[in-house]
């Protein structure tokens, strides 16, 4: 089997399962209690929440658990909203997590402006400048984006809002941009900052939401006031201990992206007698490649490489069931081309080996498909 999905979720780690294990069958008390036992995974949970806070390069603010990056990306723009906003600003690459929140809010009536791309699939900088003004209240750009591994300029939107609009809340979706490129959120500016266990190797059902100023967030679940009031509900100890596991799992980030840029120069090199549209650029995060097929249906070679135990992706596991790319689409590619899009996602476990292995079948399969169709 060679798993080439990685943007979608990743395995745990062993060490990750053993913590699991530990915190799920052992040392399961609830934090909340006030005997010695739970006042240790108290503690415990604390020291987790200091060690994922350093890796992302805070120096203040708090790490509140969710139970999913969809829902601290929720938190994030619900749970700031106030009655006086006037306007918020997303870009048009965001996860639908933020995008579908975004809609709901301008169908509440609220000023939303989505911001345009670039053909390379960043955020279009000038437009956004010219977008924010003294009415803005919110602005949400995602870091390195799930379909096609652009990465945004944090740092240079954070300088825009602070010459624009100081005072706009400045939250970052950092899902596929944790452990994969260097991040300093005190270098950045931010205020909220999301991230996700599943991705790094750590267990599902356990996310962070990075919040600069407790004062920001008002809680979107009520209860017994955990998570500094901010996240209701008896802590998913196990998870949480796991994603810590997975967090120290890390390593060399640079050497890990170093490595992967070349399984992902290895596999376009394999494609490049075909008619392959890519649509990723060599600034973008090595981590994640689209590619348009000419003349195909993308899906169709999903299941093709399936049936080979070899696991590829037509875009976001979250919008799989929907029809087109909205992200292509918003960079200018064709709806023609979208339609043979897939998205190959590395990790840095994965071998030169299986990248030889599934680019050259994923181009018998292209192939032998165009023959079937002519």
Known sequence: MIYLDNASTTPMLPCAVKTYEKYAAHNFYNPSAIYKPSVQVKQDIIQAKQIIKKS??????????????????????????????????????????????????????????????????????EALENMIDGNTNLISIVHVNN????????????????????????????????????????????????????KIFGPKGIACLYVKNKNLIKPMIFGGGQEDNIRSGTENVPAIMSFKTAVEEIGDIQQNYEYVRQ??????????????????????????????????????????????????????????????????SAMGVSNMDIRGCVRISFSKYNTKDEIITASKTLADCYCKLLDKLR
């Open 147 to 198: 379909e096609t591994g652009a990465i945004n300029d944090i740092k240079r939107i954070s300088e825009i809002r602070n010459r624009k609009c100081k005072n706009a809340i400045l939250h970052v979706d950092g899902v596929q941009a944790f452990s994969k490129i260097k991040i300093n959120l005190s270098y950045f500016g931010v205020d909220l900052y999301t991230i996700s266990s599943h």
């Open 56 to 125: 992302l390069g805070a120096t203040t603010g708090e790490i509140i658990f969710t139970s999913s990056a969809t829902e601290a990306n929720n938190l994030a723009l619900i749970g700031s909203l106030r009655s006086n906003f006037k306007k918020i600003i997303i870009s048009s690459a965001e996860h639908a997590s933020i995008y579908n929140v975004a809609k709901h809010l301008e169908e509440k009536g609220l000023n939303v402006d989505f911001c345009p791309l670039q053909d390379n699939g960043q955020i279009d900088y």
């Open 263 to 328: 399984l992902r120069e290895l596999f376009i090199e394999n494609l490049k007698h075909l008619s392959v549209k890519i649509n990723t650029s060599d600034n973008n995060s090595p981590y994640i490649l689209s590619l348009c097929f000419k003349g195909v249906n993308g899906e169709t070679l999903v299941h093709m490489l399936e049936e080979q135990e070899i696991y590829i992706s037509t875009g976001s596991a979250c919008s799989s069931h929907n029809s087109g790319n909205r992200v292509l």
